[in-house]
């Protein structure tokens, strides 16, 4: 529990750093291009909290490649691929549901597919591995160590869901940007939270959280988890370029009013997928 609350005060630290740092990286950046002075301070405090919770658990001697997930395996290439079509299965089937359900239709106009294609490709493969290294990887790893399986399982995924609704509202356009900009926008950051529309989409991230633990746990490496999150990332990204929610539907509230996929029902797929993938572990052990 010391280990929880320690690394809750260092994201609150890490959210203080960015909104500090964002005042001299704004003026660097802005010499060169246009950018919003929110999304510095969204960057800077992800940047902020990934170094210091990797500080703080290389103090604690617990931060290695292996209690990471990287281990030496011969058949990462393997895990990888298997956890890409695990991934893409998974939300082919809710896209399949949302399309007879009437919730989602074909776009009339979309872009060239091979284009659509390779940014999802190149997106997902990003973000699954950055992300699973910092919350599979390193966050539960440690916290396994440190805290037990289950309060890993559970914290990682809570935080790995929290972040997603994180956001720095965009400075006005008369505002003079100064050293303590940042500092005033702060308390603006959990905004989000007190949007009630948010709650499916938050548990459908916390489960999806969940499950890629139960995985990292089982695997005992990080490569099926970081192919299982690219392949999800991948399709979620097609799906949003190809197709729309019908405006006319009547099960629309099945989705969140925030994003065209997550809500209600995927929340309700990826928690079966949980005890799917529990059932089969138990089977697999027996």
Known sequence: MRAVIVLFLLSLLALVCGALFAYPAYWLISLFATVEFGKIMVHLSSLSGFLLILA?????????????GYQRSPGWRNDILKG??????????????????????????????PLILLKALITGLTVGLIEETLYRGALQGALMKLSGTRTAILVSSLIYAAVHFLQFDTAPS????????????????FS?????????????????GVFLS?????????????????????????????????????????VSSNGQILGTLACIWLILVILFYSVYIRCKIC
């Not at 299965?89 to 007879?100: A, D, Y």
């Not at 008369?174 to 950051?189: K, V």
């Not at 999800?232 to 009547?250: F, H, N, R």
């Open 56 to 68: 703080y658990l290389r103090c604690k001697y617990v931060l290695s490649w292996q209690i990471i």
């Open 84 to 113: 890409l079509a695990i991934g893409i299965l998974i939300m082919l089937i809710l896209e399949i549901v949302l399309f007879l359900l009437g919730i989602h239709r074909l776009e009339q106009e979309f872009g060239s597919i």
């Open 174 to 189: 008369h505002t003079t940007i100064e050293w303590h900009t940042g500092l005033q926008m702060l308390p603006l950051l």
């Open 192 to 208: 989000r939270f007190l949007d009630p529309n948010i709650i499916s989409t938050f548990f459908s991230l916390m489960a999806f």
């Open 214 to 254: 139960l995985v990292r746990q089982q695997k005992n490496t990080l490569y099926q988890c970081i192919g299982i999150h690219a392949g999800v990332v991948i399709a979620i990204k097609l799906i949003k370029k190809l197709t729309e929610v019908d405006p006319e539907t009547s099960l629309s509230w099945l």
